[in-house]
């Protein structure tokens, strides 16, 4: 919530603190990511930009494979 709020003031550089703290309580937290690519975007660091954005498509392809998996299962 906080990284939000810094976006919104463009304190980008809290921001991405804010966002960093929440991946390092929870690694897979999606929303935190897809926001560190796009701040990262914004001041110009494609090359993290990249990681992330890749990092959120691995996770994408992990979580959609579970829920396709889950629903399989249930049907068996």
Same mark, same amino acid.
Do not use: W
């Given at each position: 919530?906080?990284?939000?709020?810094?976006?919104?003031?463009?304190?980008?550089?809290?921001?991405?603190?804010?966002?960093?703290? #929440?991946?390092?309580?929870?690694?897979? /937290?999606? $929303? @935190?990511?897809?926001?560190?690519?796009?701040? &990262?975007? %914004?001041?110009? *660091?494609? #090359?993290?930009?990249?990681?992330?954005? /890749?990092? $959120? @498509?691995?996770?994408?392809?992990?979580?959609? &494979?579970? %829920?396709?998996? *889950?629903? #399989?299962?249930?049907?068996?």
């Amino acid at each position: 919530m906080a990284g939000l709020c810094y976006q919104k003031l463009e304190k980008l550089n809290e921001a991405e603190k804010a966002y960093l703290e #929440v991946i390092d309580l929870k690694p897979d /937290e999606s $929303n @935190a990511i897809k926001e560190l690519c796009d701040i &990262y975007s %914004k001041k110009g *660091d494609l #090359v993290k930009s990249t990681h992330y954005m /890749e990092l $959120n @498509a691995e996770l994408y392809k992990k979580n959609d &494979y579970k %829920k396709y998996r *889950d629903t #399989v299962c249930k049907l068996v």
